[in-house]
């Protein structure tokens, strides 16, 4: 690549890490610590991402392709190896079980909403509910979370009533951080892969609609405009992705992928 392309890149590249660094200069990380998480991403894609014939990457081609020394390469694959996955079993368990309780018939009301819930009893409960979709939590644990993030409600007579269907962590939590990362790493790998993909590759879906004059008045407005549109919108997507979503046996038949779009202001 020539100076001028490297160039260019490492500018994008501060552009992309701004949001990134504000987050971490309000959380107290510095820069210190920030660089070592840099080094042992570098060593952690170009290990499992650039090696030959389906095998990962060895200490030498790593090094070369990072600029690092063999000796840091070394250090940073032996803790990558001892380090445990990062945990999204309480998110994605939660996500699961509002998806069910909107979806789920056993869990709908007359007219086809989600029905108020006993938190256990007489079926349908919110503890047969989230034994059904988020069995690896205890469903008391996951009652106190939920009503947490605001995403469920106790009534005055004890049922529960849903009021979201996403799973979203308050912010200035540590989920919420991990989730904005997950945000940002989906967005990185479509850009990423836009920009290598084959010439008659399709593209994955990447657009966005700014306007750099309008009015600061009408900001309130227009977040309205995206609770309704944009919510309406990934419901029905998320709708699409249940409806595709293949049972236990067809899994282990054919190939499954991860699949998904998001809406962001």
Known sequence: MSEDGKTTILRAFRLLLRPIVRTLVRSGVTWKEAAEICKTTFVEVATK???????????????????????????????????QPVDFARMNSATRLLTGWHLDADYLND?????????????????????????DIAPITMSRELQRVGAMVEL????????????????????????????????????DSNLV????????????ATNANIRTADIAEFRIFLEEEGQAFLERADEWLARH?????????????????????
Do not use: C, W
């Open 49 to 83: 991402e650039f090696g030959l014939h389906g095998r990962p990457t060895n200490m030498s081609r790593v090094a070369i392709m990072t600029g690092l020394g063999r000796r840091d390469v070394s250090r940073i694959r032996k803790q990558l190896a001892a380090e």
């Open 111 to 135: 007219s086809g909403k989600p029905g108020e819930l006993s938190f256990d009893g007489n079926e349908p409960s919110f503890t047969g509910l989230a034994r059904k979709y988020a069995s």
């Open 156 to 191: 005055e007579d004890g049922s529960l009533r849903v009021l979201k269907r996403f799973y979203m962590p308050l912010m200035i939590d540590a989920d919420a951080v991990l989730r904005g990362g997950s945000v940002l790493r989906d967005l990185g790998n479509t850009i």
């Open 197 to 208: 993909r084959d010439a008659d590759a399709m593209t994955r879906f990447e657009g966005r």
């Open 245 to 265: 979503d293949p049972s236990a046996e067809a899994q282990r038949k054919y190939k499954t992928t991860r699949l998904g779009i998001g809406i962001y202001q």
